[in-house]
Every structure is written in C-alpha cells, then in structure tokens.
C-alpha cells in the first residue's frame, strides 16, 4: 500500500515538473537570437554597396566583448565569484596566438581555440589557488594578479617587453580585410552564448548557481565545490583567451598596455552587471550598451578621461540602482519582453 | 653592509608614508566592513589639493595638509550619505562595496584627469632634494618630515580611538555592529565619522605624498595594490597591524629594489598581497578570517 502511494506521488510530480518546464519554455523566445545571429551574418554584403567599415568594425568589437563577458558570466555571474583581473586571460590569449602568428605565419584564427585552452589550462591553475578565498579577497587577489602579468610581460623580452609586437597585417583588400575577423567573432560569440546556455541548463550549472547563492551549503549537499568553480574559472578563461587570440591579429600588434589595462576588465564586468548577471541575455545586451555609450563618448567628448568617469559613473549608478541588471531588474518585476528571454 | 643599511632606512623612512596611507582604509574597513578601492584616488585629490597652491603660489604642501584633511572629510561625508549609507543593510554588502568603491575610484580618476590631465607632478620645496647624513649614510629629509608627521598623525587617531567616547564607540562598531547597536551605540553616526575620519587621513597622506611621490590620476590602480596588500598584511581593521605591515613590506621592497632592480620593488607589494590573502587571510593581526 505504501509503495503505491509513493509511485503515485511520483508519477504526479514528475508531471508537475513537466507542466514547469513546459511553462518556462512557452515564455522562451529562441527564433530571436537566431534572427540576430543570421542578420549579423549577412551583414557584411552592406560592402556591396558602400563602405561601411565602420559599422563593421563596431558589431566586430561588440561581439569580441560578447564573448569576453560572457565568458566572465561564468564565473561572475553564475559563480558569484567576481574577477576583475580577467584580462590577464585575454592578453595570455592574444601574446599565444600572436607569438605563433608572428613566427609561424599561422592565422590566429585557426590557433585561437588552442589559444583559449591555454588560456583555460593557466585559468584552472590560477584558479585552483585563488579560489580558496570568496568575497572581497577573490576580487582584490584578481586586482593583484594583473599588476603581477603587467609586471612581468613588460620586462619578458621574448615577447616583446612592454614595446610589444608588431604583427603582420594581411593582403585583402580594404574592403574585405576586416571580414575573417569580423566573422571569427561572430561566431564565437555564438557559441559562447550558447554554451553558457547550455552550462545554466546543466548539472553542472546547477551546481554553480547553488555555490553563489550558499558555498556552505552546496558542499553539504554534495556538490564539489572546488572543482565546480576551478572549472567555472577554466570555462571563462577559455572565451576571454580566445577572443584576445583574435583580437590581437586584428589590431597588428600586440603590448601589455592594450591588453592589461584596468578598463578592460571593467568593461566585461560593467557589460555583465548592467545586462544583468547570470542571465543569458545579460552579457550581450550590457555589451552593445557600454560599446554604444563608450563610441557615442568619444565621438561626443572626445577625451578618453571622460570615457573613464562616464563608465565609472554607469557602473556606480546601475549598482545603486539596479543591482540586478536589466534583465535582472526587468524579469523581478514579470516586465521582461518575450525576445529577451533567452535563459 | 653600508648598502644593506642605507636600504634599509630608506624603506623605512617610506614606510610611514605607507602606513598613513594605509591607516584610513583600515579604519573604514574595521567599522564599515568597505572595502574602499577608491582610497588611492581619494588621496590623489589630497595631492592635488597641495599641489595647486605650491605650484601658483608657492604655498609649502604640509601647510596644506589640515585643508586637504577636511576637505576630503566633507567629501567623505557626502559620500557616505549619498552612496554607502543605503546599502548598509544589504545583503553581499562588503561584495557589492568593492565594485561601488571600484566604480568611484574610476569616477575620481576621470575626474582628475579632465581637469587636470595625465601629466606626472610633484610638489618640489627645498627639503624635498635634501637630506641629512651620518657618516656615508643618507637619510632623505621630505621622506623623514613626512613618515615622523604620519606617525604623529597616526598616534593621535590610536589616542583618540583608544581614550575618547566616540573612539569607544567606533571600537566597539569595529568588533560587533549588532551588540553596539543594542548596547545604544548609533551605528550610522559612528559609519559616518569614521568613514569622514578615514578619507581625513587619505586627504592629510595625499599632501604628504605631493613631495614624495610624483603622482598622474591613473596612478591610483599601482597604489590600491600597494595598500591593499599592507592592510591585508597587517589585518583588515587593525591599525597598528598596518603600521607594522606599512614598515615591513616598505623595507623588504626596498632590499628588492636595490639587489634585484627597481622593477621588481613594486612587485614585492604584489606578490605580498597574493600571498598573504591565500596563505593567512586574516593577516598578521586579524583575529578572525574576515574577508574570506
């Protein structure tokens, strides 16, 4: 009699759980991420029939910043481990791949995913040390850390010093020439959206969402927490390595001062924090948002000192106001419009 | 042995620059539980503040310290009502004041810059270039005026602190916030004079720094690392912990300075900082883990 009643329990909340789901999937709006991501691709054609570097030099530097915060997302967001010394990941990227590009002659492009396993392999063993403090320490040992790498890669001649390297700049036409790298972070982009998708909706991610809401709890419940955020961390560092990989081709050169500076990493963290944290969609809008605002500053004010107090004025007021993003704020409130909703 | 010594005394005639630079910060962190990454640029202001009236009118910066002092005082007050007061009860809140202390230290940057611009400066009075000497060693005289007046400055907060009826209170803040509060101690009051107290000592530092240190408003990241990690060594919230911490790292990146190269001094702070929140978080002094 008993078991019966047990199976009956269940068999319904197996239902319940699928009534759930099915609920969650109707709000989902999947066909939009698609519609961007095919509109993105035929964009270039625009070349066709005038010249718009510059439109593409700006979706190009938008998804380069797409992949970068979604990868800090990882960690940031659905961690709760909040790093500000992640381009010290995008410049390991970028010096591997511009190393191998400047003696080897080969694409960064084809090496940037090998780039991004550097990346991660450093990532997992940085992370296996720094992330055994949380809170306030992890940020300022991140802060450390990068005056550490700028340190060392200005006086490492190998690499270049703190003179850098200049790269070889390729043949294409003027016209064509941004396109490889143009499409490089495109899809890149895709697919770290769509793996940090697949990561929230996963064991995994679970587990990683459990460790920012209570790391006590979570390893009682029998999560590893240390390897679920040293993974986390290795994942993030991945992206952000991959996108300096080809950022560093793009720009033909490469130097501690364009990769280490202080207001990369804010960027990525701003881009998460105003999108909003541990959302799918948080990342991307945050990025055109910041990209948009940083161009309309430059083009506007001119100075990039005003560039510096205008992102820190929108990084104090959004965490003022609102600390959980846009997406964040917007889904609290059941606000969050259909084509946003990509968790 | 000569070398060894004059190293040493130049550190630690640094050191007392360091450990007023640092005292404000532990102070904040000790009764707010803010970290204030935005200390740095608060005292690039102080520097500022003296550099001006030297630079127009020959006005000599330490006359220029009490004015600094309580201008970045008021500032301190303002910030504390407009910013960190209502977060005060939030969840995360020593998280979430981290990036908000971030997000100012950028906004003081900018600041600075637009004004001012990028360009290095210091104020130069005579006794900047100066120094006295015993027998072939040197002691620079603006590095000793400065660290004896931090130490003096830092004593009369340790009195303060420890004799006065509000330095009870704040005490009592920084060792439980709950049981003040019960015990009727106006919390939010205390937060307001000790964050006012310690952005006093970050102005009365920065006019110290103005003939030590040429300074530009991006300098400020180099400087967050450098007190972090002498707060962090010597315990978040102890304030002699960080006078201790200020002197020892201050000599030993001053032997790294001259055995191994300039460059790698400024890296001892860093590697200190990395090391001692990984290995013993709470610090030489803390009692318990706090930031971990």
Redesign the interface.
């Known amino acids: 009699m008993a078991e019966l009643a047990t199976d009956e329990i269940l068999a319904a909340r197996e239902r319940y759980n699928q009534s759930i789901a099915i609920a969650v999937n109707k709000k989902r709006s999947l066909w939009f991420p698609y519609l961007v991501l095919a509109l993105l691709l035929v964009l270039p054609a625009l070349q066709l029939i005038g010249n718009f570097n510059y439109v593409i030099h700006l979706t190009l530097f938008t998804a380069c910043y797409v992949v970068m915060a979604s990868g800090w997302n990882i960690l940031g967001g659905f961690t709760g481990y909040?790093s500000?010394g992640h381009n010290v990941f995008f410049a390991i990227g970028g010096y591997f791949a511009g190393m191998i590009f400047a003696r080897l002659d080969i694409s960064t492009i084809i090496i940037a995913p090998l780039a991004g396993l550097v990346a991660a392999v450093i990532g997992y063993c940085i992370g296996l040390?720094?992330l055994?403090?949380?809170?306030?320490?992890f940020?300022?040992?991140s802060?450390?850390?990068v005056?550490?790498f700028r340190?060392v890669f200005e006086?490492w001649e190998f690499i270049g010093g703190a003179a850098g390297l200049a790269l070889p700049v390729n043949d294409l036409p003027v016209q064509w020439a941004k396109l490889p790298y143009y499409y490089a972070f495109i899809v890149m982009a895709a697919i770290a959206v769509w793996v940090s998708y697949k990561i929230k909706h996963s064991k995994f991610g679970l587990g990683l969402r459990a460790i920012s809401k209570d790391e006590i709890k979570a390893e009682s419940s029998g999560i590893n927490t240390r390897l679920y955020k040293v993974l986390a961390f290795a994942v993030s560092a991945f992206f952000v390595g991959m996108a300096g990989a080809v950022w560093g081709e793009y720009l033909t050169y490469i130097r501690p001062n364009i990769f280490l500076i202080?207001l990369i990493s804010?960027n990525m963290?701003l881009m998460c924090?105003l999108g909003g944290k541990g959302t799918i969609a948080g990342p991307v809008i945050g990025a055109i948002l910041i990209i948009a605002f940083n161009e309309l500053f430059v083009a506007t004010l001119g100075?990039s000192?005003?560039?510096?107090?205008?992102?820190?004025?929108i990084?104090?007021l959004t965490?003022?106001f609102f600390?959980l993003g846009i997406v964040g704020t917007l889904a609290k409130h059941g606000k969050l419009p259909q084509f946003l909703n990509w968790d | 042995m000569t070398l060894l010594i004059q190293t040493l005394i130049l550190g630690i005639a640094l050191g007392g620059v360091y450990a007023l630079m640092g005292s404000g910060l532990s102070l904040i962190f000790g009764v707010m539980r803010i970290?204030n990454?935005a200390h740095p640029s608060l005292i690039m202001i102080g520097a500022y503040v003296a550099y001006w009236p030297f630079r127009l009118s020959n006005i000599e910066p330490m006359f220029m310290l009490p004015v600094a002092a309580i201008i970045l005082a008021c500032i301190g007050a303002i910030l504390y009502r407009l910013?960190f007061e209502?977060?005060a009860r939030?969840a995360?809140y020593?998280?979430?004041t981290?990036?908000?202390t971030?997000?100012?230290?950028?906004?003081?940057?900018?600041?600075l810059?637009?004004a001012f611009?990028?360009t290095q400066r210091i104020t130069s009075p005579d006794y900047a270039t100066e120094a006295f000497f015993l027998a072939d060693i040197f002691i620079p005289k603006g590095q000793l005026y400065a660290s004896i007046i931090s130490i003096i400055i830092i004593s009369a907060l340790a009195l303060f602190l420890k004799y006065s009826r509000l330095g009870y209170a704040i005490r009592a803040t920084t060792e439980n916030r709950e049981a003040a509060e019960l015990l009727g101690v106006n919390v939010n009051r205390v937060g307001l004079i000790s964050f006012a107290i310690g952005l006093a000592l970050a102005g009365a530092a920065g006019a110290l720094v103005s003939f030590i240190f040429s300074f530009f408003?991006?300098k400020h990241?180099?400087w967050?690392?450098i007190l972090?990690?002498l707060v962090?060594l010597g315990g978040m919230g102890s304030i002699l912990g960080t006078v201790i911490g200020a002197f020892l790292l201050s000599a030993v990146a001053a032997l790294v300075g001259t055995y191994f190269g300039a460059?790698?001094s400024?890296?001892t702070f860093?590697?200190a900082?990395?090391v001692v929140?990984?290995v013993r978080?709470q610090g030489l002094f803390g009692e318990k883990p706090e930031?971990?």
């Open positions: 909040i500000l040390v720094t055994r403090v949380r809170g306030p320490s940020i300022i040992s802060l450390a850390l005056m550490i340190i006086n202080i804010v963290v924090v100075a000192e005003i560039n510096v107090l205008a992102t820190g004025l990084m104090m965490l003022i600390p | 970290v990454l910013v209502r977060e939030s995360k020593s998280e979430m981290v990036l908000l971030f997000a100012l230290a950028m906004v003081v940057e900018g600041m810059g637009t611009t990028n408003p991006s990241w180099e967050i690392v972090m990690s962090v460059t790698w400024t890296l860093f590697i900082l990395f929140l990984l978080p930031l971990a």
